[in-house]
């Protein structure tokens, strides 16, 4: 039994259109005067390095940018950026781009400012002191990762995500200007959009955090379900189900960017505190081995999972699928959380997530190899509304397969 839970935020978050013109200010104020900026080819085209740049050299900071970043990074990457960092010596960074950008400028600074090998900050609570500040400028609707604690690496070599949690990586300075993902893509703003549903619902169907089976007195990443987290995946998934088509569609339409923004952000602090759990689990090799984006697998796994999850969450998923806009006056409570996973696959379908595993290209005799490796993912299975077993988990996949 565990008696309390905790709330953890970025140290600023600052939210509105036109916000990132504020962004040299509100650096300076920092103190900070030297400034990392990690972005990738896509950004730089976008014209969105130049935003800020521009922005931090007027308040007098001295920037350099690396362009090096990529989708899903890799470690060879994150050795890249963290030599520029040695190379430039700064006081502070900018993750300016999707979770992508975001979670290399966490890692960069997390190795820079410890020391050692990138290695040694492999999973939770391996950052020992505070790092240098990161300022996380996201654009994509989608990671969180602007709020969040997380960072997450591909291993290539071994062929799985792998991520640092510590509660230092919260960015100190969150800045959401929604105007800055106009210019994404309608695959990343589907991708994202979903990731960010995912987030929401996962925090909102976990386990409780009295419930959560590791002692007081032990520091875990998740606190399981909590108040605060439902408030926060409430509001998300409601502005996912009104806002994510029309973002995806119409990617010019303020209202929908606005609300995916706001959206991304409060999912981002949902399952930063609460959780993620088996969707994330079972991506993890998907995207390490297939190649798939964060968002188009978990899009993918979502309403299988939701399946898997179901019986044991009966009144979350009507609640889920009223939040989604599904009309499910005069339904009995059972038919309105089926109705939950039916709005996801239609949700999916509309944005275009694909639709089964075999569609990234897999191989059935691939799945118990995916099983295996899901399922040494422990720590996202303790917070799943059913602790599964390996054989299970190849279940989930081969419904997807
Ligand atoms: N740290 C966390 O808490 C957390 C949470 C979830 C996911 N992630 C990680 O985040 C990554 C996925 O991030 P993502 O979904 O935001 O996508 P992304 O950062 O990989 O971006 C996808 C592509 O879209 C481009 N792009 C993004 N915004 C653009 C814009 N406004 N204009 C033009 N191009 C743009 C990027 O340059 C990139 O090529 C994965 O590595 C995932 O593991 C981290
Ligand atoms: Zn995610």
Redesign the pocket.
């Known amino acids: 039994m565990r008696e309390f839970w905790n709330f953890y935020s970025a140290g600023r978050l600052v939210f509105g259109n036109g916000s990132v013109r504020q962004l040299g200010r509100l650096t300076a104020e920092r103190g900070l005067q030297r400034m990392l900026v990690i972005s990738?080819p896509?950004?730089v085209q976008?014209g969105?390095v130049d935003r800020v740049v521009s922005s931090l050299k007027q308040a007098g900071i001295v920037t350099h940018v690396f362009e090096g970043g990529e989708?899903?990074?890799s470690k060879e990457t994150a050795q890249l950026s963290i030599s520029e960092a040695h190379r430039f010596k700064p006081d502070s960074f900018l993750g300016l781009?999707?979770?992508?950008?975001?979670?290399l400028s966490k890692i960069t600074s997390m190795v820079f400012s410890g020391g050692g090998e990138l290695d040694d900050y492999i999973g939770f609570n391996t950052v020992k002191n505070a790092i240098l500040p990161v300022v996380a400028v996201p654009?994509?609707s989608?990671?969180?990762?602007e709020v969040?604690h997380?960072?997450?690496l591909t291993d290539h070599q071994n062929q799985i995500?792998v991520s640092t949690l510590s509660q230092f990586l919260r960015p100190s300075i969150a800045l959401v200007d929604p105007e800055?993902?106009?210019?994404?893509?309608p695959k990343?703003t589907a991708?994202?959009g979903i990731?960010a549903l995912t987030h929401a619902i996962e925090a909102y169907t976990a386990v409780p955090y009295q419930n959560l089976a590791v002692p007081m007195e032990e520091p875990t990443p998740y606190d399981g379900k909590t108040p605060m987290g439902d408030c926060l995946a409430e509001k998300a998934i409601r502005l996912i189900g009104k806002h994510l088509i029309r973002a995806v569609h119409e990617p010019e339409n303020a209202e929908a960017r606005e609300g995916m923004s706001l959206a991304a952000t409060l999912a981002?602090l949902a399952f930063?505190n609460c959780a993620v759990a088996v969707v994330h689990a079972l991506e993890y090799p998907l995207?390490a081995i297939l190649h798939c984006?964060?968002?188009a697998g978990n899009g993918l796994l979502l309403p299988f999972v939701m399946k898997y999850n179901l019986a044991t969450r009966i009144k979350e998923f009507a609640d889920i699928a009223e939040w989604l806009g599904e009309d499910i006056s005069g339904m009995a409570q059972a038919s309105a959380a089926d109705q939950s996973i039916i709005a996801v696959e239609n949700l999916k379908q509309n944005i275009g997530i694909p639709k089964r595993i075999r569609d990234l290209g897999a191989t059935r005799e691939q799945l118990p190899l995916f099983a295996e490796k899901a399922f040494a993912i422990k720590r996202l299975m303790k917070l799943n509304p059913r602790n599964p077993t390996q054989e299970e988990l190849l279940k989930v996949y081969q419904d997807a397969f």
């Open positions: 990738d896509a950004i976008a969105l989708p899903e990074p781009g999707g979770g992508s950008n975001m979670d654009t994509t989608g990671t969180g990762s969040s997380a960072a997450v995500k800055m993902s106009y210019s994404c893509p990343a991708d994202s990731d981002g930063s995207g984006s964060h968002g």
